[in-house]
């Protein structure tokens, strides 16, 4: 079993959808849980990142943690075209030396 | 630079080849990190630079993936005898601090294809 599981879709919605993005993590250590973007042909890149349990909002995005069921979700309002890009959640191990990162889901945002 | 920098973009190599991959990192970023990303799958970690000293290279595959950063600044890594399987795109990341993975910024990878 990997440490952190993702679905990889793909997820299709319509522009201005809520969109809700997964991740289930088995490591009980893990203490920060974090959300990057990779575009196509790039490299990902931090969209935020949460401390323990409860809610993070930044501009379109939340992010949650529920520590008890071991369940991180990205929620995207008012989703974009410009939002289609594979979401990969990730925690960093204890030493803060390396992240473990989920499949990605690849989310497409049609116009 | 503004950003981590990683060359060349693509690589293609016929199995058995020796390949050298080069990342630069961000100016005076002390940390530096090595990840596999395979097709549909998140970056796997490979290795740790803090400065010169890799402290961490749990995640290397095999005795044929080898990764220096002799002045703590640019950091090769460097793939013997390629076979199908390091079919994958190889990311660079950098941080300023010390083992501060949270804050690291990567680059835009190298696509490597053994044929």
């Known amino acids: 079993q990997k440490e952190v599981e993702q679905d990889p879709g793909p997820l299709s919605v319509p522009e201005g959808a809520i969109v809700s993005l997964n991740c289930t993590y088995s490591n009980s250590a893990f203490q920060y849980f974090m959300w990057y973007r990779q575009y196509s042909r790039k490299g990902p890149e931090l969209l935020m990142y949460t401390y323990s349990s409860g809610n993070k909002e930044d501009g379109r995005f939340t992010a949650q943690v529920d520590k008890s069921s071991k369940y991180i979700s990205l929620f995207i309002r008012d989703s974009q075209p410009s939002d289609s890009a594979t979401y990969l959640c990730a925690n960093p191990n204890t030493g803060f030396q390396k992240l473990v990162f989920g499949t990605g889901t690849r989310l497409l945002v049609s116009p | 630079g503004a950003g981590v920098s990683q060359s060349p973009r693509y690589k293609v190599a016929k199995r058995g080849q020796d390949v050298a991959l080069r990342c630069d990192p961000i100016?005076?970023?002390?940390?530096l990190f090595w990840y596999q990303q395979a097709l549909g799958q998140g970056p796997e970690f490979l290795t740790y630079?803090?400065?010169?000293?890799?402290?961490?290279k749990s995640g290397l595959p095999s005795d044929r993936f080898f990764a220096e950063r002799p002045e703590g600044s640019v950091s090769t890594l460097k793939i013997q005898r390629t076979q199908q399987e390091d079919s994958a795109v190889y990311l660079c990341a950098s941080s300023l601090g010390a083992g501060s993975t949270t804050e690291a910024f990567f680059g835009q990878g190298t696509r490597l294809t053994v044929v």
């Open positions: 630079f803090q400065n010169e000293a890799q402290l961490d």
């Open positions: 100016s005076g970023h002390v940390s």
